[in-house]
DNA sequence: ACCGGTCGGTTGTATTTACAACAGAAATGA
DNA sequence: TCATTTCTGTTGTAAATACAACCGACCGGT
């Protein structure tokens, strides 16, 4: 665990807090660390859930496969992100999607009872890590209204010029990386893999956009 | 503002929290009651936030137009439901979606610095409303990936059988009411009006489903 | 070097959708 | 009451999509 205190310290959750206190708060915290392997499931569908979660180390997809196969990516977790904190709440229910690790993953687990429970003394930051909480579940909340305006766009191409817009707006630069594969991308935007792939070559054709693997110019 | 407490009381923001309690809290939150006749903006996309509203009569559509008139329809709010949370906090720069009132409304207004910052004395229940407003938002984002999930289906058709079996799950019950009209859970849904209608009408000949106007039964 | 697997691009076809235009029913308002 | 507007369903056509199948490039392991 010591090993991911500095990680834990640049995290929206612990912002604004020293690693000292951090390191004293993990017991308070319930902290629990877990490792998973490529391919495994952090989470699935219709487990119940309190607590929660911040990826330390790995990539995870928040994704959701219906009856018929077909995937769709809800949402990406790099290295710092929280996730799980929607359902992790009395009201919240069962889980509705599947947490997969898409890279060897290293998993920090927190009590979300003692979160909220603001203690006795030990903590006198308590107060600040509840206030970063709602301000982590915020940005979530922004990314997945993001997520929609992008997938409401009617056709393929929209979609790739919405999805790819905002990538180079918060790159602050035309030419950037994006965190998926062409089948990851798809499943995110809800499109088909071949006609996205499609798109993507008549934009580079007609001089909207160059790309090569993962890297993307807009022109 | 005093014919609202009661409305208040029944929100998520203030449960647990007597009226009393409430009314006392009320210039401690500073809140401030608008009205608005339908059809007007109560936000409006570029506009930055630092209140946290609440909407305590009519009905309101968080919504996005895109470049050609699309329309787009991110949530629905309704009576006692708090909205503009996510975008009330320091990092969340502007908004990127409007507000319409499709009823007349009257919403109030409630200031995030002074919910967050726990105060001197007189407010005992100020951490209870913060975290009510933490189970609040997290609410909201199961209901955003709800909305993914109906809208990430391939089909006009998938789209509306997951959107009314949950709207039927929500309300245990095979006939229920829709709290849209055809353009708007078009809208909500990001199909076209008429494939929709013309769906829904294969789907009632295939005995499917049931409906008229509003009121839609699962068979 | 070989093999198997993954990845990205291409093509063709059947299906589905968007869009526009129209008509009847229902609601609204003077 | 009548006129007007809104809502819903219907139709036809052009466009876009899903799906399946295939190919070549690349990569890692043996």
Redesign the pocket.
Known sequence: MKKYIQILKKTQLFSEISEEEITAMLPCLRAELKTYKKGEFILMQGESLDKILVLAEGKLHIQCDDYWG?RSIINMILPGEMFGEAYATPQSGTLTNDVLATEDSAVIFFDVKQILTVCSSACRFHTTVIRNLFFAISEKNRKLVKKIMFISK????EKLIAYLSEEARQHKNNTFSIPF???QLADFL???R??M?????KMRDEGMIE?E??RFTLL
């Open positions: 077909n009617r056709t393929t191409k594969n062409r089948q809800s499109v088909d071949s006609a792939s499609n798109e993507l070559c790309f693997k993962n």
